[in-house]
């Protein structure tokens, strides 16, 4: 295993074999490639085995409530606009219980990117069915199976105007580490779906199943085309891999939008404030 400068020694509280363990090492093996500064990096989760994480790596990070990563990480972009922020979690954290902020977080455009544990269950609950199950699963509360078609968080990120939008699978090393430094590399809100399998609670959805159901995209893709890339985002069974859509105009950040910053560019947290000032607003 590759050792990097956002390494930690402490116990992991995963099962053994879980896609975490993976999407771990990639993550580390990915910022140290890119020579980021482990103090320049903040990663907030909400919870869940997948919102468990950050606490894996060397970096500064906010674990909050089910569901509330996007806002927190969305606000320390705002805060401090020279931090590379990551908000992480599981597919029933960000598009179950985090799904009013997943929609209004694209509508936002922070400069953010969000990584998704997607194994279609919920992991920390022992497998409950997640916004991502397939119809038919069967776990021990949906015991005739889910019933209800699965959100495609990419086809709603694109549709709600999100600037990037890809899926990888921990299981192609390479291509998910590419698709994280395109991600950190995009100005604005960067959604990456990982497929990622948990091997306790889904023994549909395996490594071996998503190795079989999905295929990476072919270089010539044209990710740029909205409307091929809203088609290519509702394939499924082969499910594509790789960047599905990036637009081709910059689009401002909610940072560069924000009247906060349309005067001066110092980060908010440097900026100084009047006490007499603050006092005359609140009376």
């Known amino acids: 295993m590759k050792q990097t400068r956002f390494d930690l020694n402490n116990d992991i509280a995963w099962c053994p074999g879980c896609g ?30 997948a919102a468990k994480m950050p606490q894996y790596v060397n970096t500064s990070f906010f674990n909050g409530l089910h569901g509330r990563a996007l806002p927190v990480a969305t606000a320390i972009s705002l805060t401090n606009p020279e931090l590379l922020v990551i908000a992480e979690g599981g597919d029933g954290d960000m598009y179950g219980e985090g799904g009013n902020h997943f929609i209004h977080t694209v509508r936002r455009n922070p400069n953010i990117v969000h990584l998704v544990h997607n194994n279609m269950v919920y992991g920390l609950t022992k497998g409950q069915a997640s916004p991502t199950s397939q119809r038919g699963f069967k776990t021990p509360l949906q015991t005739e199976g889910v019933i209800l078609e699965p959100l495609n968080p990419l086809a709603l990120a694109i549709t709600l105007g999100a600037g990037f939008v890809a899926r990888t699978f921990v299981g192609n090393r390479e291509l998910t580490k590419e698709v994280i430094k395109q991600a950190i590399a995009h100005k604005g809100y960067a959604l990456v779906d990982i497929f990622d399998p948990c091997v306790s609670f889904n023994k549909v959805n395996t490594f071996a199943w998503y190795k079989e159901h999905s295929y990476v995209q072919s270089d010539d893709w044209d990710a740029s085309d909205k409307l091929q890339s809203l088609a290519k985002s509702m394939e499924s069974d082969p499910y594509p891999l790789g960047v599905l859509y990036k637009n081709p105009e910059e689009q401002p950040s909610l940072t560069e939008m924000h009247p906060a910053y349309q005067e001066e560019d110092t980060p908010l947290f440097k900026r100084k404030r009047s006490v007499q000032e603050l006092t005359a607003l609140m009376e």
């Open 20 to 49: 975490n363990f993976l999407l771990l090492q990639l993550l580390k093996e990915t910022l140290d490639e890119l020579d980021v500064d482990p103090t320049n990096v903040v990663i907030s989760s909400g919870i869940g085995q």
